[in-house]
């Protein structure tokens, strides 16, 4: 799998991070992002970033961002496929789902101001548009997921 392409123009960079959900709640975890350099600044997003050398798979990626991002050490399940694969101009991202037992609480680093556990029906408004989209595309396997994990 090639994860990182160039061309004369720009660099495509490869990206993946985790949807997280509690199998207690069946909300979804997301985080804010902070006003810094970063793309889209205060807008709601999952846990994740971009690829580096170490990873071999878009899925570590998603594993050591979310570690990274949140300081969470505890055992969780992760999909062994992605949800979702979104490429745009400059990035390929790759969304895993991420089950928990217990609503965690993030221990957030630099890249975040705030997160949040929510319900699919009431989420941010200003969210990644890749996210928005993402769930837009996903929302029945989300919600079959979430109503596996209630019964």
Known sequence: MKLKTKNMKTEKIMGAGILAICKKTGRILLCRRSASDQSYPNHWGVFGGTFEDKDLLPKET?????KEETKY???YEISDEPLDIRSGNFITYYTFVGLFD?????SLDHENADYGWFELDILPTTMIPGLVDTIKAKRSKIENIINKLKK
Request: aromatic letters at 8%; glycine letters at 8%.
């Open 73 to 75: 050490n505890g055992a």
């Open 62 to 66: 998603a594993k050591r961002e979310f």
């Open 102 to 106: 217990e609503e965690i609480t993030p």
